[in-house]
């Protein structure tokens, strides 16, 4: 099967450097997205997403022609669905949160009308177990004219499969090409499909399993990663109430030949590992009750992060001082070191809930984040200025820029683990 055409619904963090690499290869990427903001800014050439070496991608496949950008979706050999997956709103503290796959209906209403026979449709978003057959049955029902592989196998007129991606920000135009693939067809014809059109660019190998299975595997991989941290998060609370130094203490507990602890941190950000295991709990309430716990223990450090800081505050305000005249300088506002994605960041909510309680001046540093409109803006100052404001200082993400600072004997606490580590070298 020839792909000259392939249309990408979704120009987010994944959709937008998949689009790219399939240009850069120079196939023709119709790219969809329904905020006309981030169209007209790829069909510039330039980017709306923070991700390193995607802006000289799309600047030359948006050049040669191409790369467009538009709101709807055209006819194309293949579509990739890399819509957001987020949770249903209105529900109650302590329930495990419900999947709204209405991004991905929106997408299947779009890309229904200009379906012909032989096409390719991908489901990337990161998505409950079943959502690709639901897919499925939402283009069925848009399109009685064509045959869909849930109800006629291998000679279906439409080849579906999900295919997640599995790459980390600030790495994602390397390990979208050199990552291996799941590939996850509705039949085996589906799979085959999807393999011959990543082929394009990817040099990893290919995982060739069921839709159903892909899309457990996506999620297995993030929930394993959430469990493994908040054993080191809830180790971290254990060891402050001890007086002892978690970092000392993974790193001795490390020395054992078959014990590898995680780094314990402000909570778990990020679109995937903060994300991913509710999508498992929320279809297996019964059965997930660790990866359930696990996340609950990563969702409550932000609050722990928070008392701790307040207790510093309290400490300085026992003595002469205020505490309006006591000043707070947070180094960090994304959700990981180095990169500017600002997505489910634990940091960014310990901030936001020190601005609600804290009675003197709070600033913030974030050399990478991208925050313009955020409630966190008028907090916003350069390293030099909150050093010198600060009294204490809070260490929430071990940007490579703050690794170097003389804190000058002020109050600090590191969450990030960054002094340990420099320490170490």
């Known amino acids: 099967m020839r792909f000259d055409t392939i249309c990408v619904v979704g120009l987010g963090y994944i959709g937008l450097p998949t689009a790219a690499m399939f240009a850069s290869r120079r196939k023709k990427v119709i790219g969809v997205d329904i905020n006309q903001d981030a169209v007209e800014t790829i069909n510039r050439g330039e980017i709306h997403i923070d991700e390193p070496e995607l802006d000289i991608t799309v600047r030359a496949a948006v050049r040669e022609g191409y790369l467009l950008a538009t ?33 991905i209906k929106s997408a299947a209403d779009s890309i229904a009308p200009v379906l012909e026979k032989g096409n390719l449709v991908i489901l990337e978003s990161t998505s409950p177990v079943g959502a690709t057959e639901i897919l499925a049955n939402w283009l069925k029902q848009a399109r009685p004219d064509l045959t869909f592989p849930q109800c006629v196998g291998e000679d279906a007129d439409i080849n579906l499969a999900h295919c997640p991606e599995r790459v980390l920000p600030g790495r994602i135009m390397h390990e979208l090409v050199e990552n291996d693939r799941i590939v996850g067809g509705m039949t085996s014809r589906c799979s085959a499909a999807a393999c011959n059109l990543y082929k394009t660019f990817v040099r990893g190998d290919f995982l060739i399993t069921d839709a159903k299975t892909a899309e457990m595997a996506k999620l297995t991989e993030n929930a394993f990663r959430d469990v493994n941290i908040a054993f080191a998060n809830e180790l971290s609370m254990i060891c402050d109430r001890s ?72 400490k300085i ?66 390293i030099e200025e909150g050093l010198s404001q600060a009294d204490i200082v809070v260490v929430l993400v071990a940007h490579k820029e703050f690794r170097d600072l003389d804190f000058n004997g002020k109050q600090v606490l590191d969450v990030a683990g960054m002094l340990q580590s420099i320490k170490k070298e």
């Open 317 to 382: 305000s026992a003595g002469a001082a205020k505490k309006s005249d006591i000043n707070i300088l947070c180094l960090g506002a994304t959700y990981k070191a180095d990169v500017g994605d600002m997505r489910e960041s634990p940091s960014l909510e310990i901030i936001n809930n020190l601005a609600a309680i804290h009675e003197g001046s709070l600033y913030v540093c974030d050399p990478h984040a991208k925050i313009d409109g955020s409630n966190i803006e008028g907090h916003l100052v350069d």
């Open 71 to 103: 709101t709807r979706p055209e006819p194309a050999q293949a579509f990739l669905v890399a819509v957001p997956t987020p949770f249903k709103k209105g529900q109650k503290e302590g329930e495990i949160p419900t999947p709204d796959l209405s991004y």
């Open 243 to 314: 007086g002892i130094d978690v970092w000392e203490l993974i790193s001795m507990a490390n020395r054992h030949p078959r014990v590898n602890i995680l780094q314990p941190g402000p909570g778990v950000g990020g679109h995937c590992i903060a994300v991913d295991p509710w999508f498992i709990a929320s279809n297996n309430p019964d059965q997930s009750n660790l990866i359930t716990a696990a996340r609950r223990v990563n969702s409550s450090k932000p609050a722990w992060v928070v008392k701790k800081i307040m207790e510093m505050v309290d």
